[in-house]
């Protein structure tokens, strides 16, 4: 059974840094690319940033390009964010999606519960 | 403003079926056919429904049903169920500059 389990959620001031983790479990994690979803309570999805499976292809939203950075460690069967320069319209939940191919290319089959960064003083 | 446009609503009654559209241009939608479909219920995670414009992960019941033409994709359920309310969202591949994007949703009620 796909498992992915997201974790560093929680409140963080303007400006600061945080750093969310995906553990990931049930399936070759190094097959596939993996991507992070946020979700503004009550509001849309928006795609945040995806990663291939070796890390030879990254892509991030505009919004948040040059702030977020995704990383993954195939030893770790783990996904990464950094997030840095946070504000407050990068509030959201924030889930960890299996892609169904080994590029950024194609669906999010599997998904997280989801973590919640709020980011206010 | 989501990048792809869905109706904010749709209903139907147990049994009917219902259709909801997403609409693109051909830099997304259009231009690939890699539109997919996801369903959430409040407080849950979302679910794919539908990849690849028209077909279904296995343990989707075969009610679920996509397809496309042009820059326009349609999810279609048939005999809706009361467990089919809830809200769904479109995404299309959006090639390597914006890679994928997501419609507004569209909030399903059965009736």
């Known amino acids: 059974e796909v498992q992915l389990v997201e974790s560093g959620g929680g409140l963080v001031q303007p400006g600061r840094s945080r750093r969310l983790s995906c553990a990931a479990s049930?399936?070759?994690?190094?097959?596939?690319?993996m991507h992070w979803v946020r979700q503004v309570p009550g509001k849309g999805l928006e795609w945040v940033s995806g990663?291939?499976?070796?890390?030879?292809?990254?892509d991030y939203a505009d919004s948040v390009k040059g702030r977020f950075t995704i990383s993954r460690d195939n030893a770790k069967n783990s996904l990464y964010l950094q997030m840095n320069s946070l504000r407050a319209e990068d509030t959201a939940f924030y889930y960890c999606?299996?892609?169904?191919?080994?590029?950024?290319?194609?669906?999010?089959?599997?998904w997280g519960q989801g973590t919640l960064v709020t980011v206010s003083s | 403003q989501s990048a792809l446009t869905q109706p904010p609503s749709a209903s139907g009654s147990p049994g009917q079926s219902v259709t909801i559209s997403c609409t693109g241009t051909?830099?997304?939608?259009?231009?690939?056919?890699?539109v997919s479909w996801y369903q959430q219920h409040p407080g849950k995670a979302p679910k794919l429904m539908i990849y690849?414009?028209?077909k279904r992960p296995s343990g989707v019941p075969d009610r679920f049903s996509g397809s496309k033409s042009g820059n326009t994709a349609s999810l279609t359920v048939s005999g809706l169920q009361a467990e089919d309310e809830a809200d769904y969202y479109c995404?299309?591949?959006?090639?390597?500059?914006?890679?994928?994007?997501f419609g507004g949703g569209t909030k399903l009620t059965v009736l």
């Open positions: 999606a299996k892609d169904k191919d080994y590029d950024i290319l194609n669906t999010f089959d599997y």
């Open positions: 049930g399936f070759t994690f190094d097959d596939y690319a």
């Open positions: 990663i291939s499976w070796n890390s030879g292809s990254i």
């Open positions: 051909s830099s997304d939608v259009g231009g690939y056919n890699y």
């Open positions: 690849e414009v028209n």
């Open positions: 995404s299309s591949y959006a090639g390597s500059k914006k890679s994928f994007v």
